[in-house]
């Protein structure tokens, strides 16, 4: 049996033509009812005659092209407006020439090619039916023809109308998508830039320093050791960071995103890759904390890679204080460091900070220290979700 539920998925895949089709029968099949004969657009005011077998095709050609409307703008519209002359010159005045303007909204609406020049030969293939009305016998006068022509007009306009309406929103749509796209690959490249920088840039420092413990085996093992863990730390990130990026992962909730809860075990890292750093906690996260605890966590990380980078055994401070509704974080070094052997920043770091700090609406400074060295200030509204 036929899942009833599935049916308007099934109409919606079948081809335009077969979805028009319904219609364009119905206009046919009306036609030939005797209570509808005569009861079709008219132009000229000649007094309808019985149908006869002339009249089948006539409704033929009015009615049934529509079901190629969409598909086939221009043969639809040409089909119509032959069975609609001679629907008029032979006064069947059948229901099925309300097509016409039907396919005039459709034309405007769908043909992309050639428009001007359907315009103008219709409105010259128009000029001959009025005059072939007229010496029929018609009563409309001038003044009914140039009425009903320009409500050919409006017809059509309001196809063209539906035209432009539908590539407006289709320009409107792919703007989104590009600045969608744009935006999820700034947010994949902060992203990685976070994370492997950090433990490349630890894994660097850590094995610069190594190269200066060959004579100290013990210093020289645990010097290894560290560079091995930072290695491991990093494909496991970046293994999180990959299954949070992949659209096909089943379960987003199990991929772990960094928090202030983990600022101590940065920082002992920081400390093994042979950087001091002082770190101190003022009053505990809001429960709603949300974002703000993951962009805190950024702001200790990218401050403490600089300082690795640029500042490489200066005295370091992490100060993270929170409160009700933020979270205050201040990373500055004393200036007494040099410049590591690591690879030289892109400054994409800072001003990835700034962007996430922004984008919760809070505040994000850095710069020089009066007295030597750098500091990073960021306050960061909490309870935003997450």
């Known amino acids: 049996m036929i899942d009833l539920r599935r049916v308007p998925d099934l109409w919606r895949r079948c081809d335009v033509t077969v979805r028009d089709f319904p219609f364009a029968l119905l206009m046919a099949v009306i036609s030939l009812l005797p209570a509808f004969h005569g009861k079709g657009t008219q132009v000229g005011d000649l007094p309808a005659r019985p149908f006869d077998a002339l009249a089948l095709v006539v409704i033929a050609l009015e009615g049934l092209p529509l079901a190629v409307r969409r598909r086939w703008p221009a043969l639809c519209l040409a089909l119509v407006s032959l069975g609609f002359a001679l629907d008029q010159i032979r006064t069947y005045h059948a229901f099925a020439g309300t ?229 205050i974080v201040e990373v500055g070094t004393d200036g007494s460091g040099s410049p590591a052997g690591s690879p030289g920043g892109s400054g994409r770091g800072l001003a990835g900070l700034r962007e996430r700090v922004e984008t919760l609406g809070g505040e994000f400074n850095a710069g020089r220290r009066a007295g030597g060295g750098f500091i990073v200030r960021a306050r960061i509204p909490a309870g935003s979700p997450s």
């Not at 433990?199 to 010097?223: I, S």
């Open 99 to 327: 097509a016409l303007p039907i396919a005039l909204i459709s034309a405007g609406a769908h043909l992309e090619r050639h428009r001007r020049v359907t315009v103008v030969l219709l409105s010259a293939a128009y000029v001959p039916l009025a005059v072939a009305l007229g010496r029929l016998g018609s009563t409309e006068g001038p003044e009914g023809f140039v009425v009903f022509y320009l409500l050919l007009v409006l017809a059509w306009g309001i196809g063209a109308w539906l035209r432009s309406t539908r590539a407006a929103e289709a320009e409107r749509r792919r703007r989104v998508a590009e600045a969608t796209r744009a935006a999820e690959r700034t947010r994949i490249a902060r992203e990685l830039h976070d994370v492997v920088t950090h433990h490349v840039t630890a894994m660097v420092v850590q094995a610069e320093a190594a190269r200066y413990l060959t004579a100290a085996p013990d210093r020289l093992d645990a010097a290894l050791s560290a560079v091995t863990d930072t290695g491991r730390r990093a494909i496991a990130d970046l293994r999180h960071l990959l299954d949070l990026l992949n659209p096909d992962h089943s379960d987003h909730s199990e991929v772990r995103m960094p928090s202030v809860g983990e600022l101590r075990t940065l920082v002992e890292q920081t400390r093994l890759a042979g950087q001091p750093v002082e770190f101190a906690e003022e009053g505990s996260p809001a429960e709603s904390a949300g974002s703000a605890e993951f962009v805190a966590y950024r702001v200790v990380q990218e401050s403490l890679t600089n300082a690795l980078k640029y500042a490489h055994g200066s005295q370091t401070e992490v100060r993270v204080r929170y409160g009700e509704k933020e979270i």
